[in-house]
């Protein structure tokens, strides 16, 4: 079974400041990476995710995340957060042979103050 | 496309009653998924169906939990004689087939057992 490991349940920073939130994954199989945000009272919305090819996966609004097989890692990065970039954040991996259920971390709640 | 769409949002009920939830997924995915959200957790996963046919369930969907997905369209999720361990999100997601497809998510509903 695949499991999630996000190290930080809590992240405080300031607008325009850097903010990175870490994703550890162990699985036995090869693996698809997704991060995906939620805003209060909201569903999740797919920020990124790494299939295969570029260890470095991009979204629209400046996130980026970083795959790493050997540290089995997967760790979103912002460089200059805004305010709306509050919002909790969720890694999920599933199985690549069996690619619909989802295993998630508990969540990092972002806040970003001015 | 117009989302994945759920409701009741907000469902408040006393303990012992029935409840039933419904999910229309985005028009043109074949699999649907339920999964379970408690507070400062991830989802967890529920159930899945690709098309009508429910493939896979959790050992979290006790006999008291009921999926169903007729017609391979909309689908309905159905708690008897809730519990106050019950009280949770309930959301729903959607994808095309294929590998890695990423599963849009709904907005949930959010169910309070009094």
């Known amino acids: 079974a695949q499991s999630v490991t996000q190290l930080d349940s809590q992240v405080p920073v300031f607008e325009e400041a850097p903010v990175e939130l870490r994703c550890n994954y162990s699985?036995?199989?090869?693996?698809?990476l997704f991060w995906y945000v939620q805003y209060p009272n909201q569903g999740l919305q797919l920020l990124l995710k790494?299939?295969?090819?570029?260890?470095l996966v991009e979204s629209i609004n400046g996130f980026e995340a970083e795959f790493n097989k050997s540290q089995t890692s997967f760790h979103l990065r912002k460089p200059s957060v805004h305010i709306s970039d509050t919002a909790e954040y969720f890694c999920a991996v599933t199985k690549r042979s069996n690619d619909y259920k989802l295993s998630f971390g508990a969540g990092t709640t972002v806040t970003v103050r001015a | 496309d117009t989302g994945v769409s759920q409701n009741p949002r907000h469902k408040i009920t006393k303990r012992g009653q029935n409840v039933t939830f419904r999910c229309d997924p985005i028009s043109e995915h074949n699999r649907l998924y339920w999964y379970r959200q408690t507070l400062g957790q991830g989802p967890e996963f529920l159930t899945y169906?690709?098309?009508?046919?429910?493939?896979?369930k959790s050992r979290l969907l006790s006999d008291r939990f009921s999926a169903e997905r007729p017609k391979g369209s909309f689908s309905t999720l159905e708690i008897q004689r809730t519990e106050q361990g019950d009280s949770a999100m309930y959301l729903c997601?959607?994808?095309?087939?294929?590998?890695?497809?990423?599963?849009?998510f709904g907005d949930g509903t959010r169910l309070s057992i009094l």
């Open positions: 790494y299939l295969s090819g570029s260890t």
């Open positions: 997601a959607s994808s095309s087939g294929g590998q890695g497809q990423p599963q849009h």
């Open positions: 169906f690709q098309n009508e046919a429910q493939l896979e």
């Open positions: 699985s036995s199989v090869s693996v698809y």
